[in-house]
């Protein structure tokens, strides 16, 4: 572990590397964040309209993850009653030749005793951190044989009525409603899967999508509870017909392990409707979260018994309580 410090402008530079114990050669280390006051960091992050929707204040704190491939930078900046405001601390999550880095700089324009406290802090915060996406690296393609158990123990379905054709496990989008008029948010999870579900009579009758995302700034707490208004939003006069048919679409309920589940229906709309069941289930802490959305009005049609098609609310629950438990 390599931690450096550096005064300048009144100010204080940490620099650290966060690896395993036993590790190839670690990543050059930078000496500051890039800018050279915390107010110009937070102020140009906010003005690139490339990451409108990639910034979110969670308890007082600014949030920001860039993505970069398989590598991330997370930037965190602490909110006015913070005792070392004001601070920026830029992580920089790298994935070398399978082996997970994060690369922590910290700018602190706080006392020394309050900046010294912050780097110990993220310090201990980093190293379970560089565990859960260690963990991501190491079985790239677990979550997928994961998800395709879950679904075989939970829906427990003839095989011969219908198949699930596994189409991609790379980064899928999921879509939820944004506060404006045809506005939609896309999420896009560390872990997913896609399937196309077929019959023996049709190709095509449905689709369904699982993502586990971790430390995600769009799929937070605030936006998932607040979708139902959210609808009404995006969709507008026609948000009122759709409450009117079903107003047990939405539901939330605390389950064990400091979880929360999240029901709801996103409408798509364009030259017809398409209809996605949503769930989410979110930790206490917002640091993970799993994302289910099954479109399948024609294979309901064919197989209104189908456990899927008559109590889609109860499985997707049991499936994201067994996907999630599975992950950890």
Known sequence: MLKRYTMKYAALFFSLILSSPIC????ETKNSIGYPT?????????????????????RGWTHVVIEHGRDKTLWSFTPETHPAYPAAIKREILNKDGTVYIRMNILCEADKHECDALVEEYEQVNVNVRKRYQRSADRPKSFVKTAGKAIIQI?????KSFKLYRQSHERIGFSLYGKQEQEYLTVECDKS??????????????TLSIGLCIDDPVLTRDV???QRSSLQAVLGPLAGDIMKIDENLFETVPIDN??????????????????????????DDSNRAIIIQFS??????RLPDLKLCSDPKSTLKELSMKILADSL
């Not at 915390?38 to 969670?58: C, G, H, M, N, T």
């Not at 196309?196 to 095509?204: F, S």
């Not at 399948?296 to 049609?301: H, I, P, S, V």
């Open 296 to 301: 399948g009005q024609y294979l309901c049609d």
């Open 155 to 159: 829906l427990d379905y003839d095989k």
């Open 258 to 283: 400091d979880l929360t589940f999240y029901y709801f229906p996103i409408y798509v709309v364009g030259h017809g409707i398409m209809l996605s069941q949503t769930s989410v289930t979110v930790s």
């Open 193 to 206: 899967v896609y399937y196309d579900i077929g019959t023996l009579t049709a190709n095509l009758v449905g």
């Open 24 to 27: 190839a050669e670690e990543p």
């Open 224 to 226: 998932v509870k607040n």
């Open 38 to 58: 915390v107010e110009e960091a937070l102020k140009d992050l906010r003005s690139r309209p490339d990451l409108s929707d990639r910034i979110v204040v969670r």
